[in-house]
């Protein structure tokens, strides 16, 4: 049994968050390799992170590395993928199947973090009626009757950003819980709604900047 | 002519740099809607965030707002489009042509923040020789001769976690001078590489534990 069962719904820093999926990508290569035990000062030395930093993040888990021996990589992993909720089945609804939309339902990789697509929305009446690899794609017209009737609770955003906030108000309605945004616009939410955005063009304007500062420094 | 030319590549905090998608997100809407000026209380009011930081992001820009009128609509939109580099053509080669890899292949909204993917590399036989979008799929052992005939300066890495390393080994040795990283594994790379580590996954871990940490607080 574990010591603290509430500490599964602790109210996590964004950064721990970020870098556990690092440790549990780490950890599941080891165990592939037939690694047993893994220090975090062998982590620290392999992701540049800081050992203590490595040490106080593990400390949200149910686990507890032995002096000498470090932790037990298969129960690490699988503490690891329990407190992310990897695990875990989380129904999500997507509206916008158009080039990233459509892309997010090709990615496999999704459901093996714990993420199930149960349906596609769009106002285009030539998708509407469909189905991309499995998953029914609706009339947007048809989300709120649908989110009724289906457990989602996550809405995953991925129209062109002047319907983004409109979307996200549809969802709400529909009972939708949690926002993933792909789109670089702001959406404003009532309390009580979680909103995560990844706006992966803006890490694009970053990587940009990076490549020709360093041309700078060259010339 | 610009005030200074120098200005669009200087090295920029991170977080301006993510923020600027916002605003060029939000004065696109703005010229679609037929709006001519904008002020940054009200960018400031629409966005939530802090007129005097929009100022101080924009002030990185070759563009001045007008007392009581604000920053001209088409203006900013064009200064922030090329300061972002979203105009520029970009050649990158992909490595990883699997679900997520193919996802990237699919999604026509790189193209339109300047990213060309010009091929795909993959260690499947059955992948290999094909083509996606038009995009040409070659053998990974191909990847050291194409990239020393093509100009690519971006690497993409959607590989298994196990592989990160290798393949970012593999395309800092062909030539390429920046790694988009979409697994969750921390890739090493030497001085002057560019990493831009995009784990979609990871922001997952965050929005469940805000899921989580939000009924824990209902009950």
């Keep these: 049994m574990s010591e603290n ?13 970020r870098r556990l999926p690092w440790y549990l990508a780490y950890v599941s290569m080891l165990r592939t390799n037939g690694i ?24 949200f888990l ?3 590395g032995k002096t000498r021996i470090g932790y037990e990589v298969a129960q690490l992993e699988r503490e ?14 997507i509206v916008g199947v158009g080039s990233l939309g459509a892309a997010l339902i090709h990615d496999s990789g999704l459901s093996r973090y714990g993420l199930n697509i149960v349906a596609g929305f769009d106002i285009n009446p030539n998708i509407a009626g469909t189905t991309l690899r499995e998953v029914p794609i609706f009339n947007i017209a048809d989300l709120n009757d649908y989110c009724s009737r289906c457990k989602a609770e996550i809405g995953i955003v991925a129209v062109p950003v002047d319907q983004a906030q409109e979307v996200a108000d549809l969802m709400i309605a529909a009972g939708i819980k ?8 702001r959406i404003r939410a009532g309390k009580g709604i979680v909103i995560q955005n990844t706006s992966i063009y803006s ?4 990587m940009y900047n990076r490549l020709d500062s360093q041309k700078n420094d060259e010339e």
Excluded: Y
């Design 5 to 17: 069962p509430n500490k599964m719904r602790a109210f996590l820093p964004e950064p721990t968050l």
């Design 36 to 59: 047993e035990h893994v220090s975090s000062t062998q982590i620290s030395k392999e992701l540049s992170v800081d050992a203590s930093q490595i040490a106080k993040d593990l400390s």
């Design 62 to 64: 149910n686990i507890k």
């Design 80 to 93: 690891l993928q329990d407190f992310l909720g990897f695990k875990e089945v989380h129904n999500a609804v």
């Design 178 to 185: 949690a926002l993933w945004n792909f789109t670089p616009f």
């Design 203 to 206: 890490h694009l304007a970053v």
